[in-house]
């Protein structure tokens, strides 16, 4: 998959579930769960134990899925999550070597920030898009918006603080798409999960962001 398709695939879903999860088995269930929902996409985060395995079983399982890594530190890092597979690459701050790695080996990429500053860095490196975490603490839907009036050219992913019910508000404020973690995998109720639950909540989100999209776009 070319980066162009993946950045579309991004765009298009409006979610991205991020899961940070305590055993390489329950990252792997989560994914596939949310996968089989409609949401083609996963964030592993490099704090899940055996990330790079998952990432790897899961190109190679689910081609068709995006899958990413999250919490990429260090250039070393990436480059063992590109060989896993991965087709994304993200963190929850700005670490420009990692942006321009990405750059060099034509993988979409999207950094944290949390200030206009780290935004305005984080978009002149080259990044597709621009990752505002924590969302919540920061002010929430109003923060997007705030950042959307004088960067409207910043596709902005809004992460930390997105439920079910601030993820219209997030869309509606001009957000491009959403990271979500707990609130879509809970790690703490993972083991006593089952699938239909994880999908139903899939479909929450996906309806949410469908509608909130309609509402701004006039439709």
């Given at each position: 998959?070319?980066?162009?398709?993946?950045?579309?695939?991004?765009?298009?879903?409006?979610?991205?579930?991020?899961?940070r999860v305590a055993t390489p088995e329950h990252a792997r269930f989560a994914a596939e769960a949310v996968n089989r929902s409609g949401i083609p996409i996963a964030e592993i985060t490099m704090t899940v134990p055996g990330a790079l395995d998952v990432i790897a079983h899961l190109a190679h399982s689910l081609p068709e899925?995006?899958?990413?890594?999250?919490?990429?530190?260090?250039?070393?890092?990436?480059?063992?999550?590109?060989?896993?597979?991965a087709k994304f690459l993200t963190s929850t701050g700005l670490v420009p070597e990692v942006v321009e790695f990405a750059l060099k080996n034509d993988v979409v990429v999207f950094p944290g920030a949390m200030t206009p500053t780290?935004?305005?860095?984080?978009?002149?490196?080259?990044?597709?898009?621009?990752?505002?975490?924590?969302?919540?603490?920061?002010?929430g839907p109003n923060y997007i918006r705030a950042l959307k009036l004088p960067f409207p050219q910043v596709p902005l992913i809004a992460t930390g603080g997105v439920n079910q019910r601030t993820a219209g508000d997030f869309i509606l404020n001009g957000a491009t798409a959403l990271g979500i973690g707990s609130e879509l995998i809970n790690p703490e109720g993972l083991p006593l999960m089952k699938e239909e639950q994880i999908r139903e909540l899939a479909r929450r989100y996906l309806k949410i962001v469908k509608a909130a999209r309609a509402q701004r776009d006039g439709r």
């Open positions: 998959m070319k980066k162009a398709e993946v950045r579309a695939r991004i765009q298009e879903t409006g979610i991205i579930p991020g899961i899925m995006v899958v990413g890594a999250g919490t990429v530190l260090d250039i070393e890092t990436a480059s063992r999550c590109l060989e896993a597979g780290d935004l305005i860095a984080g978009w002149k490196l080259g990044a597709d898009f621009i990752k505002i975490y924590p969302c919540g603490p920061l002010g």
